[in-house]
């Protein structure tokens, strides 16, 4: 599935702060959330990709981290920063 | 080395375009002489020098197009000037009417006809957005009070009540409608216009036309910080293909020639409106120099008679925040202006402020 445009063009830095060219909207998330948008603008969009990432760099894993991401995606859509019909594949796919 | 005469001088909360105009056009090149045209003696912009090298007091619109003219007459007498970027709607008119004989005297303008300019008018809105395939709030023109009883039936509360210059409130009831309704007539004259209220975000753009119905640049802009009057006093420049696609609709259907800003407002269902189209720079244009498309200037330069190519592009993301300072005024300015209406060359007493 296509990430869209919105996410794709937000300006991400590396103190967390993100900002939408689209909206003049700016927002910061902790690392963890940074980890998780720069994953998705590389193409990575499959559950087990996000969350072995998370893994390797927060020693995470587990239950917890999969409703984390979730929670996450679905602030995401709230914010219309991924299309409302955005599901995580099974596989990995370049946006 | 060219000269640029300006007007809107006043930078008060609500302020004109004129300053910013100024500092823009001094951005792009500081040799650029900036004469300002000022209609009061307290405008903010006739003390500052770092903008303003010269400034002439000249006549309010209300005394016609021949008072101005003349006061005109004695400035140019006074000074070169090169081209004139009016900046208040008021103002036009006067200037469009003008224009042939200001050719002759070779100050060149860039301005949209008199047709161009009635045809953006809220009276005429409906039409031009009709014409250019722009949605546009329903609006009903009201001649007398009386019609107000009646209103609901073809608008429902909350409804707008807007002069046909300026002027707005959100009523929502007859009362509150009767009570604006006389409150924009008094200030504004008649007629008086009942728009439908839209909810959402509002997006405005900065927009320069070429004259032939092409767009000559655009900047779309988002309010970040309104002031109690609901002007922008943050905003921030944003990347909004459709804003800019109906800019451009908005030129093909009108051939316009000039400066002008787009306002238009994203419903909740994502649909976006026309809701204005203000015949001159937004007083925030200063920023479109600043995220790289000098949109003052390239129209300084195509009223110069420079063969402009499209100036696109912009960085998203540029900010202002509006700031309040008390600037300090030299008393013999102000005595110059207060008794010759004029303040002339002072670039020699300029020392070194900021810009």
Redesign the interface.
Known sequence: MNLGTRLG?L?ISDSGFV?D????ASFTVNATGLHLLRALKDGVIDRAGLLAGLDEAFDVDGADAGRDVDDFLGQLRRYELLPRDFELGASEVTP | MSTVAVTGLNATDNPAPGVAVARALKDADPATRVVGLAYDLLDPGNYAPAWFDDVFLVPYPSQGSDVLRSRLTEILDAVRIDAVLPNLDSELPAFVALEGWLHERGVGTFLPTRQQFDLRSKLHLADLGERAGLPVPETVVLSEPAELYTLHEKLSYPLVIKGVFYGAAVCHSLEDALHAYHDVLAKWGAPVLAQRVIRGKEIDVCAVGDGAGGLLGAVPMRKTLLTDKGKGWAGVAVKDPEALAMTERFMDASDWRGPCEVELIRDEDGKTWLLEINPRFPAWCYMTAAAGANLPWLAARAAMGDTIAPERGFTPGTMFVRISIDQIARLDDYEALATTGSLVDRAHRFQGEDR
């Open positions: 063009d300006a900002f060219p689209y909206t003049g």
